[in-house]
């Protein structure tokens, strides 16, 4: 069975940092990526950072660049994705998801989705 864990979401405030992480079991990795999409409060679902896992081909969202890094740690089958310079505008549940890493991020489908975890920005 494909799983997708999600942790490590909480509060912090603006300027703060925060780690959350994916576990993923149950598939071979060696086609698919990792994303994670975050939803806000009244918002649609939006992609923010991906990492194709074999090759650690990682891809953001321009509100994130520079501020957010994606990363893939294989003997531990955890996906992180460090949040740097959090903004109130970064709250949101944020999900993990899988995809099938046949087409360029993000023109991509995710098949699988974790739990989520909530990020809450104080200002």
């Known amino acids: 069975e494909v799983q997708l864990v999600e942790s490590g979401g909480g509060l912090v405030q603006t300027g703060g940092s925060l780690r959350i992480s994916c576990e993923h079991s149950?598939?071979?990795?060696?086609?698919?990526?990792i994303g994670w999409v975050r939803q806000a409060p009244g918002k649609a679902r939006e992609g923010i950072a991906a990492?194709?896992?074999?090759?650690?081909?990682?891809y953001y969202e321009d509100s994130v660049k520079g501020r957010f890094t994606i990363s893939s740690d294989i003997a531990k089958r955890t996906v992180y994705l460090q949040m740097n310079s959090l903004k109130p505008a970064d709250t949101a549940i944020y999900y993990c998801t899988r995809f099938l890493a046949k087409r360029e991020w993000p023109h991509v489908h995710y098949d699988t989705w974790g739990q989520g975890t909530q990020v809450t920005v104080a200002s």
């Open positions: 990492i194709v896992l074999v090759h650690n081909i990682t």
């Open positions: 149950g598939f071979g990795f060696e086609f698919y990526g």
